[in-house]
C-alpha cells in the first residue's frame, strides 16, 4: 500500500521537509530509498522503493571553526565542497575517505558527506589517524518514525548519552536519514614521501608493512598492487614496473616526513627500497589510490574484504588457487580490495569460504545488478549478532521503511 | 545531600536476598559472591563518594561464562545489575541500587593475548588501563588512552564511559582505540563484535557500547589497538599573565597547524597547589599555565618546541621552559596526574567534566569563576584544554550539609553553561547519576526518546544499570520533566547574589 505519498524522487531541502516526508511515508507505509547523490546507489541489494529521498539539496556548511578543528555540514553537502574549503586552512578531512564514485560509474568528488559517513568510507590513511566514524562528532537526523533527533554535539570530547552519531556511520542509510554532521577535522599534512618496492611476494610484503606500521614512524599508508593492477596508474615508474608494487607512505613537515622516509629505508633496508616519491608525485600517486584507479578500467566484481593483516596474504593466495583474482591490499593487509571475474556469483562462495577459514569478512563493492541480487553483498551475520542487528534497527525504523533489504533481507 | 530519587526497589526481591545469594553461589561456584553487609561496604559507592548504597549481593566472576550465568539467573529471576570495574567512577555510573546484584569485573585480570605483528592485544574488562601498556611496552607499544586513574581503572570501566585522557588530542579516546569486544547481553547471551581488524561487518555497535555506561550489555574482553611508542617526548611549561592569554595560545598553536599530542591547562590555584605537591617548577608567579607536550625524534621535538614557543611568544608569556631531562618531564606529569589528589589534600572538591567549544574557553573560565563567587566557593581548573574538556574543582566542606547542597547546584549552573557555549555535559567521566536530570539541558524529548528505544531493545525489562543515565530511568522521562531534585535546602543568601549580580552588570571589575 503506497497510500498519498507521490512516488518518484524528492529532494528536501531543509531538515522539516525532509521529517515531513518520512512521516507521509511512515503514515503511507511507503519504502523509501534513502541517497545523496546516489553514487553508491548500486552498493548492497536493490532496493527497489517506490520512492527515492535525497539529500543532495540539503547543502552548506553550518559552521567551520578552524581553530576548534570542527565542522558541520548538511548532509548533501558536497565532499568535493567541503575538501576545498578545509584547503583554504590548510586543514583536511584527516580519514581521507576513498572516492567509490570512479568505479561506479561516477565522476571523482561528486559523494555527499552523507554518503561518506553512511557508508563509513575511510582511506589509506585509516591506520594512522582512524576511520570516518572516529571523525564524528555528532549528527542530526530523521529516524523512521519522522522524528528528528540528534546525538553527540560539536565538542571533542562527548560521552553525555549513547553515541548514536557514530553508530549511524556505515549503516547505509538503514537506521536514519542524517541531516547535519559535525566533524573533526585536522591540519593538512605539509609533505607526503612515499617508499616503493618492487618485486615483493604478498606474503614478504605484508610482512615488510608490518614491520612499517610497528616503527615510530607514523605510517600513514601501507599499500602492496598486484602488478596488473600497478600497471594501471599513471606515474610511469609504477606503471612501468611490471611486477607488484609495495608502497609505504610517510607524513608531516618536510624535514620531518624527510627523516621518517629515510628511518624507515634504513629499517627496512632488507626489503630493497628502490624508489622515494616526494612532493606532487608521491600526492598524486595516493591521490589515485583514493579513487581506486586500479579498479576503474575494468567493470569486474569488486570486493572489499577486512582481515587481521598477518593472514591477508595466506588469504589472497589460498583465494587464487580457486579463482583468478587481482589484488590491492592496503592498512598493511587489513584491508584487501579484490578484482574478481565476471561469475555469476562475482566469486562469493569462495571468498566467503576462505574467509570462514582464516577470519574476515567482505563486500562486493561493485556488481551486476543481477549479481547483487542473487547474493550477500554485505558479509551475512552470525545469528547472534544478526538478531541484535535487527533490534538496532527497530529501534529507529520500527516500520523498516529505510532503504528495506539493502544490507540484510528482510531487514 | 540532596535526596537521590532511584527506581523503587522490587520489595520481592529484596525479600528473597538471602535465596538469591545463596542461589548464586551455586551457579558460579568459583566465582566470590558476597551477602555480608560488612562485605558489600566495600561496594556502596564509587569514587562520587556523596551517594552510597548498600547493595543486594556482589558477585565477582572469573569468567565471561560465570558472567552470562549470573547475568541469565538475574534475567529469569527479575534481578537488577549494576556492573562494576574498578569502581572510579565519578558519575556514580557504579551506584549500587538496594535491590541489584553488583557484577564487579575486578577479577577478570588475564592480558589474553599482545599481537605485536597485528598491533592488537586482547584483555579482559578487569584488568586496568595501566596493565595493558605494560603488557605491550617491552616490546616498545602502548595503548593510548590514559585517564588520570590509569592506574586503577580498568578497561571494562574505560569503554562504559569512553574514557579519553591527556594525550587523547593525538591520539582520540577509547572508541577510537577498540577493535572488539566480547559482552553478555542481559538475557546471559554471549555477543562477540567487531575483532583484530580495522572494521567490522554490519552496523558499527562498538561506539554504541562505548559510553554506554554499562547499560546495554557487560564488557567481559577487549581487543584493543596498540601503539608504537614514539622515539621521544618532551613537555614545555609555559605561563601567562591571564587565563585568557593562555586560552588564545591554545588556540593559536592548533590554527598554526601543530597538533601536540597534549595540552593541559592549570590556573593559579591549581598551579599553586600542585607545586606545593610534587615541585615541579611550576610558575607560581602566572595566572595560568599551559603543558604542552611534543613527541618525535629530537630534531622533531626541537622543531615543534620552537614553533610552540614563537606562537606563544604573541601572548606575552610570563615564563617559558622546556623540559631538560626524563627526571623533569616526569616530575611535570607527576603534578599533572596528582593534581586531583593533591586538592583533595586540602579540601573536598566537586569535580565536573563539561566539554565547551575551544573558542569559549576565556569567557567560560570567566563565568564559572563568577558562578563559584556566586555560590561562595574557590574553584581550581586543571583540565585538558586542546580539546576544550573543562575540569572545574569547586571546593567546599563535605561534612556541611548546606555547602553539599550548594555545591551540587553551583555544578549544575556550570554545566548548564557549558551546554549554553555550545558544548556538553560530560567528555569522559559519564553521566551516571549525577547529571541524568541535567539530560534535558542538552537534548529534546525526541532525542531523549531515540537513546531509550535503544536502551529497550537491547534490556526491555530496564535490568541493567538502572536508575542512570536518563533522568530516572528513561521511560519515565517525560513525567521527570520539570521535577527538581528534593530537598535542595536553603537559596544562596539572596543579598550575595544581587551583589555578584551587580558585579556582572559592572563588567566583572570589583573586587
Known amino acids: 500500500m503506497t497510500g498519498h505519498m507521490r512516488l518518484g524522487f524528492h529532494a528536501p531541502e531543509t531538515e522539516e521537509e525532509l521529517a515531513h516526508l518520512v512521516a507521509e511515508a511512515v503514515d503511507t507505509r511507503t519504502p523509501l530509498e534513502i541517497m545523496g547523490r546516489g553514487t553508491k546507489r548500486d552498493v548492497g541489494h536493490p532496493v527497489g522503493a517506490g520512492a527515492v529521498v535525497s539529500t543532495e539539496a540539503m547543502v552548506g556548511l553550518q559552521l567551520y571553526e578552524p581553530t576548534e578543528l570542527v565542522l558541520v555540514a548538511k548532509a548533501g553537502t558536497p565532499l568535493a565542497a567541503i575538501e576545498a574549503k578545509l584547503a583554504e586552512n590548510d586543514q583536511e578531512l584527516p580519514f581521507e575517505p576513498v572516492d567509490l564514485g570512479p568505479v561506479l560509474g561516477y565522476g571523482p568528488g561528486q559523494a555527499t558527506i552523507g554518503g561518506v559517513i553512511g557508508a563509513n568510507l575511510s582511506g589509506s590513511r585509516r591506520i594512522l589517524k582512524g576511520a570516518a566514524r572516529d571523525h564524528v562528532l555528532g549528527v542530526r537526523a530523521v529516524n523512521g518514525r519522522g522524528e528528528v533527533f540528534k546525538a553527540g554535539g560539536r565538542v571533542m570530547k562527548n560521552v553525555t548519552g549513547y553515541d548514536l552519531g557514530r553508530t549511524l556511520a556505515g549503516s547505509w542509510g538503514t537506521l536514519a536519514i542524517m541531516s547535519e554532521i559535525a566533524l573533526k577535522v585536522l591540519p593538512a599534512q605539509r609533505e607526503a614521501r612515499t617508499i616503493l618496492f618492487f618485486g615483493l611476494t604478498d606474503q614478504t610484503a605484508i610482512e615488510a608493512l608490518c614491520i612499517a606500521m610497528g616503527t615510530p614512524y607514523e605510517v600513514s599508508g601501507t599499500l602492496h598492487l598486484h602488478a596488473e593492477l600497478a600497471a594501471r596508474f599513471t606515474d610511469e615508474d609504477i606503471a612501468g614496473a611490471e611486477v607488484a608494487v609495495t608502497a609505504i607512505r610517510v607524513e608531516n613537515f618536510p624535514a620531518s616526513a624527510r627523516y621518517r622516509a629515510n628511518s624507515l629505508r634504513q629499517v627496512l633496508l632488507a626489503y630493497s627500497p628502490a624508489l622515494e616519491l616526494d612532493g606532487e608525485r608521491s600526492k598524486k600517486f595516493w591521490g589515485e589510490v583514493r579513487t581506486l584507479k586500479m579498479f576503474q578500467d575494468k567493470p569486474n566484481p569488486l570486493w572489499r574484504v577486512s582481515t587481521t593483516p598477518s593472514n591477508a596474504a595466506k588469504l589472497i593466495g589460498s583465494l587464487s588457487r580457486k579463482i583468478d583474482v587481482r589484488a590491492a591490499y592496503d592498512w598493511s593487509g587489513g584491508l584487501i580490495w579484490i578484482e574478481t571475474p565476471p561469475l555469476t556469483d562475482g566469486g562469493a562462495v569462495d571468498i566467503r569460504r576462505t574467509l570462514a577459514e582464516l577470519g574476515g569478512y567482505a563486500t562486493l563493492i561493485r556488481a551486476e545488478d543481477a549479481t547483487r541480487a542473487g547474493i550477500d553483498v554485505f558479509q551475512p551475520l552470525e545469528p547472534e549478532l544478526a538478531a541484535l542487528s535487527a533490534k538496532l534497527k527497530h529501534a529507529f525504523d520500527p516500520l523498516g521503511i529505510f532503504n528495506p533489504g539493502r544490507m540484510y533481507r528482510g531487514m | ?511
Open chain 2, 1 to 511: 545531600m540532596s535526596t537521590l530519587i532511584l527506581p523503587d526497589p522490587d520489595r520481592g526481591v529484596l525479600a528473597r536476598r538471602n535465596d538469591i545469594a545463596r542461589q548464586l553461589k551455586r551457579l558460579v561456584p568459583g566465582a566470590t559472591v558476597i551477602s555480608d553487609q560488612e562485605g558489600c561496604r566495600t561496594f556502596e559507592c564509587d569514587a562520587l563518594t556523596a551517594y552510597r548504597c548498600l547493595p543486594l549481593a556482589v558477585v565477582l566472576p572469573v569468567s565471561t561464562e560465570e558472567v552470562a550465568a549470573v547475568l541469565r539467573f538475574c534475567h529469569d529471576n527479575h534481578v537488577k545489575v549494576v556492573p562494576r570495574g574498578a569502581g572510579t567512577s565519578l558519575a556514580g555510573g557504579a551506584l549500587p541500587l538496594e535491590d541489584a546484584v553488583v557484577l564487579c569485573l575486578s577479577r577478570m585480570t588475564k592480558v589474553l593475548e599482545v599481537d605485536t605483528s597485528n598491533r592488537v592485544a586482547r584483555v579482559e574488562a578487569g584488568v586496568t588501563n595501566i596493565a595493558v601498556t605494560e603488557a605491550a611496552a617491552k616490546d616498545g607499544f602502548f595503548y593510548a588512552p590514559d585517564p588520570s586513574s590509569q592506574i586503577a581503572c580498568t578497561v571494562g570501566g574505560n569503554i562504559a564511559t569512553n574514557s579519553g585522557g591527556a594525550h587523547c588530542l593525538k591520539y582520540g579516546v577509547t572508541v577510537n582505540n577498540l577493535l572488539g569486544l566480547r559482552m553478555v547481553m542481559m538475557d546471559g547471551e554471549i555477543i562477540d563484535l567487531g575483532g583484530s581488524h580495522l572494521d567490522a561487518p554490519g552496523y558499527d555497535f562498538l561506539p554504541l557500547i562505548t559510553g554506554s555506561e554499562g547499560q546495554l550489555g557487560v564488557v567481559t574482553e577487549a581487543t584493543v589497538r596498540l601503539l608504537k611508542a614514539p622515539e621521544g617526548s618532551r613537555p614545555m611549561l609555559i605561563g601567562f599573565d591571564s587565563t585568557e592569554s593562555a586560552a588564545s595560545c591554545v588556540a593559536a598553536i592548533i590554527a598554526a597547524g601543530i597538533i601536540p599530542v597534549a595540552i593541559e591547562f592549570m590556573d593559579r590555584p591549581a598551579i599553586h597547589v600542585c607545586e606545593h605537591f610534587v615541585t615541579a617548577g611550576y610558575p607560581l608567579d602566572a595566572e595560568a599555565a599551559l603543558i604542552v607536550e611534543v613527541e618525535g625524534s629530537e630534531d622533531e621535538i626541537e622543531y615543534l618546541l620552537e614553533k610552540v614557543e614563537d606562537i606563544a611568544r604573541d601572548f606575552l608569556p610570563t615564563s617559558m621552559r622546556r623540559s631538560q631531562s626524563p627526571e623533569e618531564t616526569a616530575l611535570i606529569w607527576k603534578g599533572r596526574r596528582a593534581a586531583f589528589g593533591a586538592i583533595g589534600q586540602l579540601s573536598d572538591y566537586y569535580c565536573m567534566d563539561g566539554v565547551i567549544p575551544l573558542s569559549k574557553l576565556p569567557k567560560a573560565l570567566d563565568e564559572i569563576g563568577w558562578i563559584c563567587r556566586k555560590y561562595r566557593f574557590d574553584v581550581a581548573n586543571v583540565f585538558h584544554a586542546g580539546d576544550g574538556n573543562l575540569h572545574p574543582l569547586i571546593l567546599y566542606n563535605a561534612n556541611d550539609s548546606v555547602q553539599l547542597e550548594r555545591v551540587e547546584l553551583c555544578g549544575a549552573e556550570i554545566l548548564k553553561l557549558c551546554i549554553e557555549l555550545g558544548g556538553c555535559l560530560t567528555g569522559e567521566h559519564g553521566v551516571g547519576i549525577e547529571k541524568r536530570e541535567l539530560m534535558y539541558e542538552q537534548y529534546t524529548d525526541e532525542d531523549i526518546d531515540q537513546q531509550v528505544r535503544i536502551k529497550e531493545a537491547l534490556d526491555p525489562s530496564w535490568l541493567l544499570n538502572p536508575g542512570k543515565v536518563f533522568p530516572i530511568e528513561g521511560r519515565d522521562a517525560q513525567k521527570m520533566r520539570g521535577i527538581e531534585l528534593q530537598n535542595l535546602g536553603p537559596e544562596p543568601e539572596p543579598e550575595i547574589e544581587s551583589e555578584i549580580e551587580a558585579e556582572l552588570v559592572e563588567g566583572h571589575d570589583a573586587p
